[in-house]
């Protein structure tokens, strides 16, 4: 199993800049693609960047140039680095693996979540 620790939301005016990170541990054999989605009160989960093990990137059109997603292999972490905030971006912030088993499986896991709230 894979265990996703996600740690960095938090209150900032609008603006503001703020770092989400997500630890992935576990038994697996290789971790395929890191992405961070969010869900707003009352609307649906959406995906907001997502990077593969070769630092593949890929954003929303609703932040890119604003939020920046990288990977640290050798930790299996992943960081979303999140400028000019808007309170639009107000969300809880989930964490996702793609990860391939021992077994040649491949298997999605889900981070609890981290709350982000923006102020205007």
């Known amino acids: 199993q894979v265990q996703l620790v996600e740690s960095g939301g938090g209150l900032v005016q609008a603006g503001g800049s703020l770092r989400l990170s997500c630890a992935a541990s576990g038994r697996f054999f290789r971790i395929n693609v890191m992405a961070w989605y969010r869900q707003a009160p009352g609307k649906q989960r959406e995906l907001v960047a997502t990077?593969?093990?070769?630092?593949?990137?890929d954003y929303a059109d609703s932040v890119k140039g604003r939020f920046t997603i990288s990977g640290d292999n050798a930790k299996n972490t992943v960081y979303l680095q999140m400028n000019s905030l808007k309170p639009e971006d107000t969300a809880v912030y989930y964490c996702k693996v793609i990860v391939t088993t021992y077994s040649s499986v491949s298997n999605n896991y889900w981070g609890q979540g981290t709350q982000v709230t923006v102020s205007s």
């Open positions: 990077i593969t093990n070769s630092g593949i990137t």
